[in-house]
C-alpha cells in the first residue's frame, strides 16, 4: 500500500489473544511449514466441497471441525510454546481435534443408524470434541464467549433444578452430547454449516483480490475522488473502508489493514488522533453490513431464514448506504468546523488512471454480484468469483513475460474464448477449473510465474488461518443453539420481549439492543448475532417486526457493539496505529456512528428503508413512493444526528440549536400526528438559521 509523504510509519498492532488474528507467518522452522501444509491443505479441502461437492453435509462439517482444531491447537502452539516439547503437545491435541472431526466421515452410515442410542466410543469422542473446542475457542478468543457457552451447558445439565419458569424437565449426559456433538442443532448446526461453505470460500476469494492488488487500487480510487476535498484524508478513509468491506467483510481486518495508511494520513492532516481512528474503526466496522459480500453474519442469516443471499443483500443496500453517508458527513463537519482543508494535489493519484491501469480487478466482484442477483447461490457465485480471481492473477503474470502488447492482446482473446467454448453449455465448474489448471501449467514455465504460482499459493495458506477465528466461534456458539432447542429456554426470553412490547414496543427494541451491546462487549459479532436472534428475533417478529428487519436489527447491535466502551475491540485495533487511549477511540467511534445507532429504529418502523412490505405509509404512496419517504426522512434525520454530534452546520452550534436539532430529528424517526411535517419545518428554520449566522460571521471577519 502507498504510503503518503510525511506520514507516520505502520506500526504492528498486537492483542492479549489470536481473535483478530496471528502474527505474520506460521511459526519457527518445520513446525511453520508444517502449519502452512496443514493450512493448504485445508484450503483444498474447502475448494473441493465448493467445486463438486460429493460428500454428505455432516462429514463436510465435521472435517472442517477437525481442520479447525488441528490449525489452532497447531499455530497457537507455534507461537506461544517455549520449545520443541510444547509445540509437539500443541499439534498432539489439534490432532486429537482433527480424529473427533473425521470421526463424522468413518462411522457416518454408523451415526444414522444408532441415533439416540451412543455406544461408550460415541460418548467419549462427543465428550473430547467439546472439551476441545472450549479450550481451543478460549486459546483464540479469551475468556468471555467459553464461559458464556459454559454457563449455557450448565443449565443444560442442571436447570431441572431451578425454580419455575427457568426449569426445564432435565436431560442425561448422553442425551445432551448426543444433541450437541452428533446432532444438526449444536457443534454441527447452521453456523458451522456456512462456514464450512460460503464463509471460507469468500475469505479465499478477498484474500485472492487483495493479493491481486486490489487494496491499491480501492486507496487511489478513494485518494483521486476524496483526497482534494475539505478534510480529504478522512473522507478517503470511510470511502476506501467501505470498498474494502466489499470483499473483506470483517471490520477488525479493514482497521489494520487500510488504517495503517489512512489514520496516520488524517493525523497529518489536522484530525486529532482519537477522531482519526474513531473514523477507521466506524468505516471499518460497516464493512460487514456493507453489500455485496458483506460479513459472515450475511450468510447465516440467509441460511437461517430460508432465503436466498441477494435477499439479505438487497434489504441491507439502503441501511448500509445511510451508515456510510453518516459517516461521511460527520468527517465533512468536523473539518469544517476546524478548518481542515484536503491534500495537495501533487500527492493525489488519479482515480481514472488507477481504474484504467488495472480496471481488470474489479471483473470477479462485478460477476460476484452479478451471479447473486441473478439467483445463483453463494457457494456456485463466490466459486466462480473465485476462479475468475486466479485466472486474472495467472493471464497478468503470463501477459507481463511477452513482449508486446499486441501478444497480450491476443493472450487475453484466446483466453476468453476458451472459457467461452468451456462454457458453452453453461457455466460448470469443472471446465473453468480445466482452464484454471491449464493457467496453472503455462505460469509454472512463463518467465516470473512461479512467483505468483507461491503468491497464489500463500493466499490459500493465509486464508485457512483467517478462518480459525469465524469457525471456532460458530462452533462453539452451537453449545447455545442447541441447549435452546432441546430446553426450550428461548421462549421464556422471547415471552418477555413480547410481554414488554405488547406494553411498547420501543421498550422491546431496546430491551434487544442492549442485549446484543452487552454480548458484543465481549464476544465476536457472529455469535453475539446468533445469540440475540435465536432469543429476541421470533419474539420481535409476533410483535409484527418483518422477519428479516428484527435478524438485522440484532445484526447491527452486534456491530454498534464493536465501537461501544469499554471493550469496543474496533477501537482497541486502531488504538496502536493512531497512539492514542483506545476508550478516547471508543466515544469518538461513537458519537461518528451515531447513525449506526438510530438507523435500525428506523427501519423496524418504517420497513420499507429495507425494501420490505408493510411499510405504514405504503397504502398513500405505494412501495416505491414509502421506500423514497422513508429515505429522504432517515437522510435528514442522519443529518441532523451529524450536527447535534460535531456541534457545526455552516456554523458552530449553541447548546440550543443542539437541543432543537435533536429535537427536529426525533420528530422525524416517530410515528405520531404531524411528526414529519414538525420534523422538516424544525430542519428548514434550523438551516436557514445557520446560514444566516455564517453570513453574520463572513460580515464580521471582513
Known amino acids: 500500500m502507498l504510503q503518503a509523504e510525511g506520514a507516520e510509519k505502520p506500526v504492528k498492532v498486537a492483542f492479549d489473544n489470536f481473535e483478530h488474528g496471528f502474527p505474520e507467518g506460521f511459526g519457527p522452522r518445520g513446525w511453520g511449514r508444517l502449519a502452512y501444509a496443514i493450512g493448504i491443505a485445508f484450503a483444498a479441502f474447502q475448494l473441493y466441497v465448493a467445486a463438486f461437492n460429493y460428500l454428505p453435509s455432516q462429514v463436510v462439517r465435521g472435517v472442517h471441525v477437525g481442520f479447525l482444531l488441528l490449525l489452532t491447537f497447531g499455530l497457537i502452539a507455534?507461537?506461544?510454546?517455549?520449545?520443541?516439547?510444547?509445540?509437539a503437545a500443541g499439534w498432539l491435541t489439534g490432532a486429537a481435534g482433527f480424529l473427533c472431526g473425521l470421526y463424522q466421515w468413518i462411522f457416518y452410515a454408523d451415526l444414522i443408524a444408532r441415533d439416540g442410542d451412543p455406544t461408550r466410543l460415541d460418548l467419549a469422542v462427543g465428550?473430547?470434541?467439546?472439551?476441545?473446542?472450549f479450550e481451543g475457542a478460549r486459546r483464540l478468543m479469551g475468556l468471555a464467549l467459553p464461559l458464556m457457552c459454559g454457563a449455557a451447558l450448565l443449565y443444560w445439565f442442571f436447570g431441572q433444578y431451578l425454580p419455575a419458569p427457568?426449569?426445564?424437565?432435565?436431560?442425561?449426559?448422553?442425551?445432551?452430547?448426543?444433541?450437541?456433538?452428533?446432532?444438526?442443532?449444536?457443534f454441527y448446526g447452521v453456523p458451522i454449516y456456512v462456514s464450512a461453505t460460503y464463509i471460507f470460500l469468500f475469505i479465499l476469494f478477498g484474500s485472492f483480490l487483495e493479493r491481486a492488488g486490489m487494496i491499491q487500487l480501492f486507496t487511489d480510487v478513494s485518494l483521486g475522488l476524496f483526497g482534494g476535498t475539505r478534510g480529504g484524508p478522512a473522507k478517503v478513509a470511510v470511502f476506501a473502508?467501505?470498498?474494502?468491506?466489499?470483499?473483506?467483510?470483517?471490520?477488525?481486518?479493514?482497521?489494520?489493514?487500510?488504517?495503517?495508511?489512512?489514520?496516520?494520513?488524517?493525523?497529518?492532516?489536522?484530525?486529532?488522533?482519537?477522531?482519526?481512528?474513531?473514523?477507521?474503526?466506524?468505516?471499518?466496522?460497516?464493512?460487514?453490513?456493507?453489500?455485496?459480500?458483506?460479513?459472515?453474519v450475511a450468510f447465516i442469516m440467509a441460511e437461517t431464514l430460508?432465503?436466498?443471499?441477494?435477499?439479505?443483500?438487497?434489504?441491507?443496500?439502503?441501511?448500509?448506504?445511510?451508515?456510510?453517508?453518516?459517516?461521511?458527513?460527520?468527517?465533512?463537519?468536523?473539518?469544517?468546523?476546524?478548518?481542515?482543508?484536503?491534500?495537495?494535489?501533487?500527492?493525489?493519484?488519479?482515480?481514472?488512471?488507477?481504474?484504467?491501469?488495472?480496471?481488470?480487478l474489479v471483473l470477479p466482484l462485478a460477476a460476484l454480484v452479478y451471479m447473486l442477483f441473478e439467483g445463483f447461490t453463494p457457494l456456485y457465485a463466490g466459486s466462480m468469483g473465485l476462479a475468475l480471481t486466479v485466472a486474472l492473477i495467472l493471464g497478468a503474470s503470463i501477459t507481463l513475460g511477452l513482449s508486446s502488447n499486441a501478444l497480450r492482446y491476443v493472450f487475453w482473446i484466446g483466453l476468453a474464448l476458451v472459457v467461452g467454448a468451456a462454457s458453452r453449455n453453461?457455466?460448470?465448474?469443472?471446465?473453468?477449473?480445466?482452464?484454471?489448471?491449464?493457467?496453472?501449467?503455462?505460469?509454472?514455465?512463463?518467465?516470473?510465474?512461479?512467483?505468483?504460482?507461491?503468491?497464489?499459493?500463500?493466499?490459500?495458506?493465509d486464508s485457512a488461518k483467517s478462518a480459525l477465528t469465524v469457525g471456532m466461534a460458530c462452533a462453539i456458539v452451537g453449545t447455545i443453539i442447541g441447549m435452546m432447542t432441546q430446553t426450550g429456554v428461548g421462549a421464556i426470553f422471547g415471552g418477555w420481549i413480547i410481554g414488554l412490547g405488547a406494553k411498547s414496543l420501543f421498550l422491546a427494541l431496546v430491551m434487544t439492543m442492549l442485549l446484543s451491546i452487552l454480548l458484543g462487549t465481549g464476544i465476536p459479532t457472529i455469535p453475539t448475532y446468533i445469540i440475540t436472534a435465536a432469543l429476541a428475533a421470533p419474539a420481535l417478529a409476533k410483535l409484527g417486526v418483518p422477519l428479516i428487519v428484527s435478524h438485522m436489527f440484532a445484526?447491527?447491535?452486534?456491530?454498534?457493539?464493536?465501537?461501544?466502551?469499554?471493550?469496543?475491540?474496533?477501537?482497541?485495533?486502531?488504538?496502536?496505529?493512531?497512539?492514542?487511549?483506545?476508550?478516547?477511540?471508543?466515544?469518538?467511534?461513537?458519537?461518528?456512528?451515531?447513525?449506526?445507532?438510530?438507523?435500525?429504529?428506523?427501519?423496524?418502523?418504517?420497513?420499507?428503508?429495507?425494501?420490505?412490505?408493510?411499510?405504514?405509509?405504503?397504502?398513500?404512496?405505494?412501495?416505491?413512493?414509502?421506500?423514497?419517504?422513508?429515505?429522504?426522512?432517515?437522510?435528514?434525520?442522519?443529518?441532523?444526528?451529524?450536527?447535534?454530534?460535531?456541534?457545526?452546520?455552516?456554523?458552530?452550534?449553541?447548546?440550543?440549536?443542539?437541543?432543537?436539532?435533536?429535537v427536529a430529528a426525533l420528530c422525524l424517526l416517530g410515528e405520531f400526528a404531524f411528526s414529519d411535517t414538525i420534523g422538516f419545518a424544525v430542519t428548514l428554520a434550523i438551516v436557514l438559521w445557520q446560514w444566516r449566522q455564517r453570513s453574520r460571521s463572513a460580515v464580521a471577519a471582513a
Open 127 to 133: 465428550t473430547l470434541l467439546a472439551l476441545l473446542i
Open 241 to 296: 473502508s467501505g470498498l474494502m468491506g466489499t470483499i473483506s467483510g470483517s471490520g477488525v481486518a479493514n482497521v489494520v489493514t487500510v488504517g495503517q495508511f489512512t489514520i496516520p494520513l488524517m493525523i497529518r492532516f489536522g484530525y486529532r488522533r482519537a477522531f482519526a481512528a474513531g473514523v477507521e474503526a466506524t468505516a471499518s466496522m460497516g464493512g460487514q453490513i456493507m453489500p455485496p459480500v458483506m460479513g459472515a
Open 306 to 360: 430460508g432465503v436466498e443471499y441477494s435477499v439479505i443483500v438487497k434489504a441491507a443496500v439502503i441501511p448500509a448506504v445511510l451508515y456510510f453517508a453518516s459517516a461521511f458527513w460527520m468527517v465533512h463537519l468536523e473539518a469544517g468546523k476546524h478548518g481542515l482543508v484536503g491534500m495537495n494535489r501533487s500527492e493525489i493519484p488519479s482515480a481514472w488512471k488507477a481504474l484504467v491501469a488495472r480496471w481488470y
Open 555 to 662: 445484526f447491527y447491535y452486534g456491530i454498534m457493539a464493536d465501537l461501544s466502551p469499554p471493550v469496543a475491540l474496533a477501537a482497541l485495533a486502531a488504538a496502536p496505529i493512531a497512539r492514542e487511549n483506545p476508550d478516547k477511540i471508543g466515544w469518538e467511534a461513537m458519537r461518528i456512528a451515531l447513525a449506526g445507532y438510530v438507523i435500525p429504529f428506523v427501519f423496524v418502523y418504517s420497513p420499507a428503508l429495507m425494501l420490505q412490505a408493510g411499510d405504514p405509509m405504503e397504502a398513500q404512496l405505494g412501495f416505491y413512493g414509502a421506500v423514497a419517504l422513508a429515505t429522504f426522512k432517515a437522510l435528514v434525520a442522519i443529518g441532523l444526528f451529524g450536527i447535534v454530534a460535531i456541534g457545526f452546520l455552516f456554523a458552530r452550534l449553541t447548546i440550543a440549536e443542539r437541543v432543537v436539532a435533536s
Open 166 to 186: 427457568f426449569n426445564h424437565r432435565g436431560y442425561d449426559f448422553d442425551q445432551v452430547i448426543t444433541h450437541l456433538s452428533y446432532g444438526t442443532e449444536g
Open 426 to 461: 453453461g457455466l460448470e465448474i469443472v471446465p473453468i477449473a480445466g482452464v484454471v489448471g491449464g493457467l496453472v501449467l503455462v505460469t509454472a514455465v512463463a518467465r516470473g510465474g512461479r512467483a505468483t504460482l507461491r503468491a497464489c499459493r500463500d493466499s490459500l495458506a
Open 78 to 87: 507455534n507461537f506461544t510454546a517455549r520449545g520443541n516439547v510444547g509445540r
